[in-house]
């Protein structure tokens, strides 16, 4: 047996190593001792006056030993009530903890539903509203319904003009052609052979996009 495991042994024996085992088997041996002698009356008193001293120094130290684990009982219980209450409170922080995590989501959430609408309503401002939009296309369509049926109204008179200038470019052609006709001298013989001038043909076509002008002498 090692040094340290007899001084562990003689630890747990002996208390905080104090002696108050050595003490009480040392009062055991002397009351034992008292109780056999033949001393006198005054030594027998004095023996046990020492042995009343002796069992005050144990009692004492009972009593100590009793209040330490009285306090040590104490503790205990205070620090059960502590872990208790520290459990408590651990817990509590750590839903606390939980809650300030949702919120803190539910703000960063908030936050970027915000920064979404601002950046919504500023592109929202870039575009005119959707009625005054409608409003415009109404118009524009209104408007070119209009400009269209001014076109076809263009065209129906322009193509009556054309029409009645064919006529008029014709019948002034017909005519310069008699003209030409009366101011040539004709035979008796050859006369009745000249065809007659229906103003009413079209023997001629005239092209009304080309830009040549027509010989009118």
């Known amino acids: ?75 205990i219980k205070h620090y059960d009530g502590l872990r208790e209450e520290t459990s408590k409170n651990v817990k509590k922080a750590c839903v606390a903890i939980e809650d300030a995590k949702q919120e803190l989501e539910e703000a960063r959430q908030v936050r970027r539903n915000r920064l979404e609408y601002d950046a919504l309503a500023k592109l929202i401002k870039e575009h005119p509203p959707r009625s005054d939009t409608a409003d415009k296309l109404t118009l524009l369509n209104q408007q070119l319904q209009s400009l269209k049926a001014k076109r076809d109204s263009l065209e129906e008179k322009l193509s009556l003009r054309r029409k009645q200038l064919h006529v008029l470019v014709t019948s002034l052609y017909q005519l310069k052609q008699t003209l030409h006709d009366d101011s040539t001298p004709v035979h008796d013989a050859d006369a009745g052979k000249r065809p007659l001038v229906d103003l009413a043909d079209s023997p001629v076509v005239v092209d009304l996009t080309s830009t040549q002008e027509m010989d009118t002498t």
């Open 1 to 75: 047996m090692g040094d340290e495991d007899i001084i562990r042994r003689r630890l747990m024996i002996d208390g905080d190593g104090t002696g108050d085992v050595r003490q009480l088997m040392m009062f055991m041996k002397a009351f034992i001792k008292w109780c056999g002698s033949d001393d006198t009356s005054q030594e027998s008193q004095n023996q046990y006056d020492r042995l009343l001293t002796q069992l005050a120094g144990i009692e004492h130290s009972s009593l100590k030993w009793k209040g330490i684990i009285d306090m040590n009982e104490l503790e």
